[in-house]
T-cell receptor, first 114, second 111 residues
Framework: DAGITQSPRHKVTETGTPVTLRCHQT?????MYWYRQDPGHGLRLIHY???????DKGEVSDGYSVSRSKTEDFLLTLESATSSQTSVYFC?????????????FGAGSRLTVL | GENVEQHPSTLSVQEGDSAVIKCTYS??????FPWYKQELGKRPQLIID?????GEKKDQRIAVTLNKTAKHFSLHITETQPEDSAVYFC??????????FGSGTQLTVLP
């Protein structure tokens, strides 16, 4: 699946601690995204990137920051985790043979904030 | 921005029957409408998509219809099988490659 690797796959942390989730892709896709998935809300866009150092906010960006210093890596940071950020986080990319609009997802990272 | 509403939130059908999931969208500029299937504990995966210049698209037992005037689109699964049990998400996008997803439908196919 577009060679997308997310790490860590599971993390438990305490309120107030910083957390960074990493997404690594091997397909040289220009666009990368971070979504969170919560019951009853589907998938909601947090931030996306349209190139190295080019990022923009999505629907639920408060409390999150991102960075993209290389084409292949897109980092999502929670500066001070809160219980409301307990969720499953999916990284995704678009591009390549699948088509310009087709999202291909990573396996997800389950984050629990106690 | 775009707003996508999806119904029903849960759907149970007997094996062999058809299932229909409906979505509406708000942004008339949206021109791409994919459907994703997510099995328990897995990542969402694209099963079919349609663009705004097409009214219907079929792929074996799966079909999607689009009514641009009414701003709604639907997923139709015929001859359902147990392996069709999953959560299905619709989505819509206009510009900037930002997909907006519906809230999902849990489909259960009863043997």
């Amino acid at each position: 699946d577009a060679g997308i690797t997310q790490s860590p796959r599971h993390k438990v942390t305490e309120t107030g601690t910083p957390v960074t989730l990493r997404c690594h892709q091997t397909e040289n896709h220009r666009y990368m995204y971070w979504y969170r998935q919560d019951p009853g809300h589907g998938l909601r866009l947090i931030h996306y990137s349209y190139g190295v150092k080019d990022t923009d906010k999505g629907e639920v960006s408060d409390g999150y920051s991102v960075s993209r210093s290389k084409t292949e890596d897109f980092l999502l940071t929670l500066e001070s985790a809160t219980s409301s950020q307990t969720s499953v986080y999916f990284c995704a990319t678009t591009g390549g043979e699948a088509g310009a609009n087709v999202l291909t997802f990573g396996a997800g990272s389950r984050l629990t904030v106690l | 921005g775009e707003n996508v509403e999806q119904h029903p939130s849960t759907l149970s059908v007997q094996e062999g029957d058809s299932a229909v999931i409906k979505c509406t969208y708000s942004d008339s500029a949206s021109n791409y409408f994919p459907w994703y299937k997510q099995e328990l504990g897995k990542r969402p995966q694209l099963i079919i998509d349609i663009r705004s210049n097409v009214g219907e698209k079929k792929d074996q037992r799966i079909a999607v219809t689009l009514n641009k005037t009414a701003k709604h689109f639907s997923l139709h699964i015929t001859e359902t099988q147990p392996e069709d049990s999953a959560v299905y998400f619709c989505a819509a996008t206009g510009s900037a490659r930002q997909l907006t997803f519906g809230s999902g439908t849990q489909l259960t196919v009863l043997p």
